[in-house]
C-alpha cells in the first residue's frame, strides 16, 4: 500500500488551459491534456496511489474534461471550489479531499500538493502543513516565489518527473517507518 497521498490541481498541471473551449456560462466543454500529464497520472493510479482532485471550477467542467478524458477513474476524490463555495488557498478545498479520503491532520506528513499557482496550490498546502510541489511548465503563473509561505518544497519542469518524485517520496516515507 502508498503511504503518500496527491493531491492535484487540473489547470496548466493536467489540462492545457490554453486549449479549453467554453460555453456562454464558461463551462468548459472541451480540453487537451497537458504532454505527459496523462501518463503520469494514470501511472501514479496504476502504482495504487490514491489520487485527488483539488481545483478552482465547476464540477459540470471537471466532469466534461475528465469524461472526455476517459480520466475519471484516476481521482479517488474531488474538492472542486464550485461545489465547496471557497477557492484555494482556502482550507476548506483541502480540508474536502482529506475528509473525502478518510484522512486526518496525523496524515499530512503523507499528502502531496501538486499545482502551477503559487498563490493558491502551494501558499494553500504550506497553511495547511501539507507539502507542495510546483509544478513550472505553466505559461500563465509567475514562478517565482515571493516569501517562504510561496516556496514549493519541490520543483519539477515536466510531468514526467512527477512520477519519479512521488515514488521517491512515498520510499523515504516508508523507510521511516520502518
Known amino acids: 500500500m502508498k503511504k503518500i497521498v496527491v493531491f492535484i490541481d487540473s489547470g496548466d498541471t493536467l489540462i492545457d488551459e490554453g486549449t479549453e473551449i467554453k460555453t456562454e456560462d464558461l463551462t468548459v466543454i472541451h480540453a487537451k491534456m497537458i504532454d505527459g500529464a496523462r501518463e503520469a497520472l494514470t501511472t501514479l ?26 480520466l475519471q477513474y484516476c481521482f479517488d476524490a474531488k474538492a472542486i471550489s464550485g461545489e465547496i463555495g471557497h477557492e484555494k488557498p482556502h482550507e476548506s478545498m483541502f480540508r474536502t479531499a482529506m475528509d473525502a479520503l478518510g484522512l486526518t491532520d496525523d496524515d499530512k506528513h503523507r499528502i502531496v500538493m501538486i499545482g502551477n499557482n503559487i498563490k493558491r496550490d502551494i501558499v494553500g498546502a504550506k497553511r495547511m502543513g501539507i507539502r507542495s510541489v510546483l509544478i513550472t511548465y505553466s505559461p500563465r503563473y509567475n514562478m517565482i516565489p515571493e516569501n517562504a509561505e510561496e516556496t514549493p518544497d519541490f520543483t519539477i519542469s515536466s510531468p514526467k518527473e512527477l512520477v519519479e518524485l512521488i515514488e521517491r517520496l512515498n520510499n523515504e516515507i516508508s523507510d521511516q517507518k520502518r
Not at 493510479?45 to 476517459?70: C, M, P
Open 45 to 70: 493510479h496504476d502504482l495504487g496511489y490514491k489520487i485527488a482532485l483539488v481545483a478552482d471550477g465547476t464540477k459540470r467542467s471537471f466532469d466534461n474534461i475528465y469524461d472526455e478524458q476517459k
